[in-house]
């Protein structure tokens, strides 16, 4: 039986992709616009009462919608994390921002409400305190949501920007030391003499590479690259990424060359 149209554009994992694409960097967008944008305008009605009719509920319909993304975006960035690594920073302020949005939904919803139908001048005190609460909440998602696409663009840009160098650095690497057909290879022993953040190679799947420029742009934190610092890091690159693609083809620009058996 052939899939439906529906089903052929998610696929298995129904957060990982959509229409062939991967879904997060499809989400994100969405959220990183309408949210910080909602967000601004709930300030706006709060503070400028004569605005407050007009646009209270759109306000609060564009909160609604970014609450729901920063979930999709969360679950489609985790799926997305499974075939390519997870910037640790960008996954923790996601998982925040998920849980500020929904706050800021409430508390939102709660003023609108009060506004409307219990209090239309806005002068009680819950009115007031879920105002104040309100407008915090709003600064802090707008910040956050900043902070969130900041991590995540730097995760993206920043790997693809460093290629060009990585590429450069490891060439020289590998002209100047032992190259698979000119020599017997390299040996653990000197892979094991490599074993600082500053001198960093590791020994993957039979092949030493020249880690020390990838540290810092490793989206999963530096310690993750520095523990394999002059070891055989086959095992744990296995257990985190193997099988993924785009982590094996950012090793291949780190080849120093084969390990001598």
Same mark, same amino acid.
């Given at each position: 039986m052939s899939p439906s149209p529906a089903t052929s554009l998610l696929s298995e994992g129904a957060f990982e992709s959509f229409a062939g694409l991967p879904l997060h960097p499809l989400v994100v967008h969405?959220?990183?616009?309408v949210l910080p944008l909602a967000a601004l305008l709930f300030i706006v009605v709060v503070v400028v009462r004569k605005w407050r009719r007009p646009f209270d509920l759109i306000a609060l319909a564009g909160l609604a919608i970014g609450a729901i993304g920063s979930v999709l975006a969360k679950e489609s960035g985790e799926a997305l994390a499974g075939l390519v690594g997870q910037p640790q920073q960008h996954a923790d302020w996601g998982s925040i921002l998920v849980y500020l949005s929904a706050l800021l939904l409430v508390v939102a919803a709660i003023w609108v409400f009060l506004t409307r139908f219990r209090n239309p001048e /806005? #002068?009680? @005190?819950? !009115?007031?305190?879920? &105002?104040?609460?309100?407008?915090?909440? $709003?600064?802090?998602?707008?910040?956050?949501?900043?902070?969130?696409?900041?991590?995540?663009?730097?995760?993206?840009? /920043? #790997?693809? @920007?460093? !290629?060009?160098?990585? &590429?450069?650095?490891?060439?020289?690497? $590998?002209?100047?030391?032992?190259?698979?057909?000119?020599?017997?290879?390299?040996?653990?022993?000197?892979?094991a003499q490599h074993n600082s953040a500053a001198d960093c190679w590791s020994a993957v799947n039979g092949n030493a590479y020249d880690l020390t420029s990838w540290i810092a742009e490793h989206p999963g934190g530096e310690e993750v690259i520095?523990?394999?610092?002059?070891?055989?890091?086959?095992?744990?690159?296995?257990?985190?990424?193997g099988g993924q693609g785009e982590p094996e083809r950012e090793l291949e620009n780190l080849l120093v060359g084969p390990v001598a058996g």
């Open positions: 969405l959220v990183v616009v /806005g #002068r009680s @005190l819950l !009115t007031t305190l879920a &105002a104040v609460v309100g407008v915090l909440l $709003a600064i802090s998602a707008i910040v956050m949501t900043v902070l969130v696409g900041h991590t995540g663009a730097e995760a993206v840009w /920043g #790997r693809t @920007l460093a !290629t060009g160098v990585v &590429a450069t650095t490891s060439a020289s690497s $590998a002209s100047a030391g032992p190259s698979p057909s000119s020599g017997p290879g390299v040996t653990m022993a000197e892979v520095i523990e394999l610092c002059g070891t055989d890091g086959t095992s744990a690159f296995a257990a985190q990424h």
